[in-house]
């Protein structure tokens, strides 16, 4: 019995007005073993006994469908898709074909516009209809091709106050940027570039979307110059001050404040006074 959700090859068992009727190889051309390829569908010059490979899916009547044209996501994979519609019974996914992909509520971890994209794997429900789930963790391979330092790029899925944020590198390999590596203006749907720093035994991958702590301090000096070039040429406290005041004012760790402040202070930028720090 074809099920909807991936490609397969199938034969041409008859050609009839509408199209094409297509089935598995050794199995006899009788209803219920067959699906519709749709004439606009159907290559020029093929007959009976071809072989085509298709999608299978369920047209807007819930009938087995096939086309040639191969889709954004098939069952089991996780990919970054647009949101093409919200309605009050979740979001439609634009994959690709002449009909989308609902992102049921439920199965959403946040609430994403219209327009904007998620992260999301195709599954079967319990009524053998294709959905779309924002849980993607289960789906993401453990077996990455990564070694420490490597340079990455993934989609981060889903961001936690405890733990960071969860990557899916490639779309494809579980990654996470620890809470202390992560400087919290990434948000969940958004692609990054990072370098992993560390691979577990069980081949999850922990990621830094910081350069290593010579080549960073340069970005941090900068970023600190230019926030006080903005904020009347001074911060309103020093490299002493509490670490969380440090991170919601530059997304960085106490630590990373102090080198690029030392930094600074060492090329003449700036002074720091008792309860300040000023531009030179």
């Not at 297509?22 to 009788?30: A, P, V, Y």
């Not at 040639?68 to 898709?81: H, K, N, Q, S």
């Not at 093409?84 to 609430?111: C, H, M, N, V």
């Not at 990434?186 to 702590?213: F, Q």
């Amino acid at each position: 019995m074809m099920k909807p959700g991936r490609i397969r090859k199938l034969k041409i068992a008859r050609i009839v007005r509408q199209g094409a009727y297509l089935c598995e190889e050794g199995e006899k051309d009788k209803t219920g073993d067959e699906v519709l390829l749709p004439g606009k569908q159907v290559p020029k010059g093929a007959k009976p006994g071809d072989e085509i490979e298709v999608f299978i899916y369920l047209d807007s009547s819930d009938r087995l469908i096939a086309t040639t044209t191969r889709p954004l996501i098939t069952e089991g994979e996780v990919a970054r898709l647009k949101i093409r519609e919200t309605t009050k019974i979740g979001a439609f996914l634009d994959i690709g074909l002449e009909r989308d992909l609902l992102l049921p509520f439920s199965e959403q971890t946040y609430r994403a516009e219209e327009g904007s994209y998620v992260l999301a794997a195709m599954y079967v429900d319990k009524s053998g209809r294709l959905a779309a789930t924002m849980k993607v963790y289960d789906y993401l391979s453990k077996d990455p091709p990564y070694r420490e330092n490597d340079e990455v790029q993934g989609v981060v899925y889903e961001i936690s106050k405890n733990f960071g944020a969860f990557v899916a590198v490639d779309e494809k390999y579980s990654g996470l940027i620890p809470a202390k590596e992560y400087n919290w203006e990434v948000k969940a749907g958004d692609l990054v570039s990072a370098r992993v720093t560390r691979v577990l035994p069980d081949g999850k991958l922990d990621l830094s979307i910081r350069k290593k702590a010579y080549l960073q301090i340069n970005d941090d000096a900068e970023k600190i110059f230019s926030y006080m070039t903005l904020n009347n040429r001074r911060i309103p406290f020093t490299d002493k001050a509490d670490p969380e005041l440090i991170k919601k004012t530059f997304h960085m760790s106490k630590a990373a404040f102090k080198r690029a402040v030392g930094h600074l202070l060492k090329d003449g930028r700036i002074r720091i006074t008792e309860s300040s720090i000023e531009l030179s």
